[in-house]
């Protein structure tokens, strides 16, 4: 039988190959065929380079400003030629930006109202003490900017920025889940949806904090280029998980390594390795060498949640990326995510998520797609 690797990798070059035979329209990027040794994605460009222009309020989150970053110099380097132009600059009359950490320092390229011609989208990155900035002078460019652009984002606490200007009126918008109530009382107009790592309404993006503007960037490129190659950059910056902007902050991933019982913390990682097992309560109570009484008791209390839970969360979360990355059918996505059948998977996703998985499905193909 061959390996799991194998099989996803070789589900992957067929959605490649399908990618390629799809007439884009104009401006948008062309994932073309690659053969079967090779593990970066060619493109054609059919427009320009996009321009993404990264306004910085110093002094900024360091990690809000470089993982967005990051992304795109990663999907310039695996299209092997400039996708992105990035240009950064700045609300201050200085150039050298300071984090807001005190760790590393960088340089803009000149003063927001210095920046001339067209854009494809405006990213703007500030930190805690930042937040609060009152400029009119640059809540009118962003006015502005919003008009003309495709795409207006914010990184955590920088849609403070965007709501003192009054583009999120009536608007949709979050950002990192200790600012929100804050967010709400100090801009009432705006409905501030607390979990979701990113939200879209119209064509302004905001997200929740620190890693979630990585997030946020990939959800750019797949828009540009395509699921694949979002998934290729992903892959490359080691992220466990490309999560959609719907996911909740504090996912059961992350939950799994907040547990301070090494043996806990052990046995989820396990969990994870094991999902085609039975994984009942009292198996994992043995293998914690547990009562199933207590076993439930101290899992709760060091996971938040029950292990059932927990086990039906893991599962749910396993089928999803193979929604997202393979073609396989729901039978064998639900066999290998440990779901007894596909009605079951089916309840599963109904519970957690709203939605059936073949309609989960269905978006994230209809996303990769536009």
């Not at 900017?145 to 920025?161: D, E, I, P, S, T």
Request: with cysteine.
């Amino acid at each position: 039988m061959p390996s799991v690797d194998l099989r996803q990798r070789s589900v992957e070059i067929r959605q490649r190959r399908r990618c390629a035979l799809r007439q884009r329209h104009a401006g948008e990027i062309v994932v073309a065929p690659v053969s079967s040794t090779s593990r970066k994605p060619r493109l054609r460009r059919h427009a320009t380079s996009r321009r993404v222009v990264v306004v910085v309020v110093p002094p900024v989150d360091e990690l809000d400003l470089v993982g967005p970053l990051q992304v795109f110099n990663s999907i310039n380097r695996l299209a092997g030629r400039t996708i992105y132009t990035i240009e950064v600059v700045t609300r201050s009359d200085q150039m050298i930006v300071d984090g807001e950490g005190g760790v590393l320092t960088f340089i803009a390229r000149h003063h927001f109202s210095k920046v001339e011609g067209a854009c494809d989208s405006v990213l703007v990155v500030c930190g805690l003490g930042s937040r609060s900035v009152r400029d009119s002078a640059l809540s009118a460019w962003l006015t502005k900017m919003a008009a003309k652009v495709r795409r207006l984002g914010a990184v955590c606490v920088g849609v403070f920025l965007l709501a003192e200007a009054g583009l999120l009126n009536g608007r949709r918008a979050t950002t990192h889940w200790r600012y929100g109530r804050e967010l709400a009382a100090r801009h009432p107009a705006v409905r501030v949806e607390h979990d979701p790592l990113w939200v879209k309404d119209g064509n302004i993006y905001t997200s929740a904090g620190i890693s979630a503007g990585i997030d946020l960037a990939l959800a750019w490129v797949e828009e540009d280029c395509g699921a694949a190659l979002a998934h290729e950059a992903a892959r490359e910056l080691v992220l466990f998980l490309r999560r959609p902007g719907g996911q909740p902050q504090v996912s059961v991933s992350l939950a799994s390594q907040a547990s301070e019982m090494a043996s806990i913390g052990e046995l989820q990682i396990w969990i994870a390795e094991h999902l085609e097992r039975r994984l009942s309560v009292e198996e994992l109570a043995g293998r914690m060498a547990m009562s199933v009484r207590n076993f439930e008791r101290v899992f709760t209390r060091e996971v938040g949640t029950t292990p059932s839970q927990y086990v039906l969360q893991t599962r749910v979360e396993a089928a999803r990326r193979l929604l997202e990355r393979s073609d396989g059918g729901l039978k064998r996505v639900a066999a290998s995510a440990g779901f007894g059948s596909v009605d079951v998977m089916r309840r599963a996703f109904v519970r957690l998520l709203g939605i059936t998985p073949r309609r989960y499905r269905e978006l994230a193909e209809a996303s990769a797609a536009d």
